[in-house]
């Protein structure tokens, strides 16, 4: 069998999660998801036993270095780079400050940079600030506003022999958009810019790959995929230690540490290793090693979740009173929309009355939102599916939305 053609078996699956025993509709995982026993187990054992700082020569100290390296083996394999260049950080938006205060510093006056009006501001405003103070030029790639597509074509004439990097979303958490960041990246290298990808998003809906996507800077956060708040960066080892960053004197200077100042939360750390095994454990028919799993599991979950969300999307569509933002060919589970006459602050809390969880606002695509026009009125409403999510609750948010009427 394929890894395309693994399921994914949800009643399983759900009985894993304690958090849905509330018995409501969790559509909001876009911005955290729910968390399953394992690693919930797995951050209270870890509590449990000594746990000290590394680089001691006794057991506590042993074992949080076991947990660290253990972290990064996980996170190595979910994305396919090495563990000596996964790089762990509180959340994605401190990591990407780091990476380019670091990269900055390689940045003369007239270079370039691209950002993408589709990402999240965390991929944006820390390299536009960067620039700033650099002198660097920033240019923009703009969001066909009527698709939600991030055409790769511009990119022929956004780059330049000064583009320094280019940064861009593997898919945006607020419209599901998934760009064709191959194809953007081979660009970019080919005037040879650096390659800084969210994965954020993406890497909770299906297989993501570093290497494939061209991404010499990948970052994820394991709370979008089951796991606690850690975030990460990945690249290769060799590229990090290139990097100078911001260092406390007694820090090692060695890839990845070098970038870790600070103690690390080894607790969460082996919770970022269980919600890792979580994802490899999905399809009954992942074997073989925990890539190999992750890459069987990863692509259940992509095809599940896509059947679920094709009949959501075009079900919303297909309503007179409901303007879905974008249409993108390749999307994540994740859908943002209006409704006729009503905020989508209302919409939302129609929705909860329903027992349905669904965000309004602009989930901090400030730059999608403002060119889509929706700022204005408040934004948009917001539905993300999880592989933990059903065909009833789909149904049901279905038939929510259609019964929405303005008060
Ligand atoms: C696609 C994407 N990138 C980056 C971020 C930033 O993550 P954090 O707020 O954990 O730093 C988010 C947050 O929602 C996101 O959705």
Redesign the pocket.
């Known amino acids: 069998m394929g890894p395309g053609e693994a399921r994914l078996d949800v009643a399983r699956v759900r009985g894993l999660f304690p958090g849905l025993s509330d018995g409501l509709v969790h559509a909001e995982g ?2 955290g998801a729910l968390l399953p026993e394992s690693v919930v187990l797995a951050v209270a054992s870890a509590m449990r036993v000594p746990v000290a700082d590394r680089g001691g020569a006794f057991p506590s100290s042993a074992r949080a270095e076991g947990m660290v390296a253990g972290a990064r083996a996980a996170v190595a394999d979910l994305v396919g780079g090495v563990a000596t260049g996964v790089v762990f950080g509180p ?3 401190a990591l990407t400050y780091t990476m380019a205060r670091a990269l900055a510093r390689t940045w003369r006056p007239g270079d370039e940079i691209v950002v993408s009006r589709l990402d ?1 501001d ?2 944006i405003r820390p390299w536009v600030q960067m620039a700033e103070r650099s002198g660097v030029l920033v240019r923009w790639a703009e969001v066909d506003i009527e698709t939600g597509e991030l055409p790769d074509w511009q990119y022929d004439e956004l780059l330049t022999r000064r583009t320094r990097l280019v940064a861009v ?1 593997a898919a945006s ?1 607020a419209i599901g958009t998934r760009p064709d960041v191959a194809a953007i990246a081979a660009r970019a290298h080919a005037v040879g810019a650096l390659v800084y990808v ?1 994965g ?2 993406a890497a909770a809906h299906g297989v993501l790959d570093a290497g494939a996507l061209g991404a010499d800077f990948l970052t994820v ?1 394991a709370d979008r995929w089951c796991g606690p708040r850690v ?1 990460a960066v990945v690249a290769e080892p060799e590229l990090l230690g290139e990097l100078e960053p911001d260092k406390l004197l007694p820090v090692p200077d060695r890839v990845p540490d070098r970038f870790e100042g600070g103690t690390a939360p080894f607790e969460l750390l082996a919770g970022v290793s269980a919600a890792v095994e979580h994802l490899a454990a999905l399809s009954d028919e992942a074997t073989g090693s925990r890539w190999d799993r992750l890459r069987t599991s990863m692509a259940a979950v992509a095809a599940y979740e896509g059947g679920l969300f094709e009949w959501l999307a075009q079900a919303l569509r297909a309503m007179r009173h409901v303007q879905v933002l974008g249409s993108a060919a390749r999307s994540t589970p994740t859908l943002a929309f209006t409704v006729a006459g009503m905020r989508p602050r209302q919409v939302a809390a129609e929705l909860s009355r329903r027992g349905i969880c669904a965000w309004d606002g602009d989930f ?1 695509a400030r730059e999608l939102f403002d060119a889509l026009g929706v700022n204005e009125q408040g934004g948009a409403v917001q539905v993300g599916l999880m592989h933990y999510n059903t065909a009833e609750e789909v149904g049901y948010l279905i038939d929510s939305v259609a019964a929405l009427r303005p008060r």
């Open positions: 876009t911005a959340d994605p938006t999240h965390a991929n979303t958490s969210d954020v998003h956060a975030g901090y």
